[in-house]
């Protein structure tokens, strides 16, 4: 029953124009956020708004967080498994989408932490 919902699952995605499809466990996925706490956990990100007008010069304000590891269980507590979806984003999206001027402020991130541009580039 599992493979066939699993199976049935990388189907409908693959045809919707999916890239990558996977079904993880939910204890995995915790481990994994256990292994990587003491790189991550508590390092200060600093995240940009932009509080001008549309069309007006760029009016950011600057809040400071700190980031937080989570687990599956943080998220959603009794999950036994993780869905994961991904859809591939040609190198020059990522480009301009990840540069860091005026209006284009994007930091796409993981559960478990940062992606690096390079690193979503096949």
């Known amino acids: 029953m599992t493979s066939d919902l699993t199976q049935t699952l990388v189907e409908f995605t693959k ?12 204890t995995r996925i915790s ?5 990587v ?4 956990e508590g390092q200060e990100l600093f995240i940009a708004h932009d509080r001008s007008k549309h ?3 760029w009016e ?6 700190s980031r937080a590891v989570m687990t599956t ?8 498994s993780v869905l994961v979806f991904g859809l591939r984003m040609h ?17 796409p991130t993981l559960l478990i932490g940062s992606v690096r541009p390079s690193a979503c580039v096949s």
Do not use: C, N
Not at 31 to 35: D, K, P, R, V
Not at 102 to 107: A, I, N, S, V
């Open 15 to 26: 045809e919707l124009g999916g890239d990558l499809v996977g079904v993880a466990s939910a």
């Open 31 to 35: 481990e994994i956020a256990a292994q």
């Open 37 to 40: 706490r003491p790189y991550f």
């Open 55 to 57: 069309y007006y010069p």
């Open 60 to 65: 950011p304000e600057i809040e400071t967080q």
């Open 73 to 80: 269980e943080d998220w959603l507590p009794g999950a036994k």
């Open 91 to 107: 190198e020059v999206v990522l480009k301009y989408a990840t540069r860091q001027s005026g209006r284009t402020l994007f930091r």
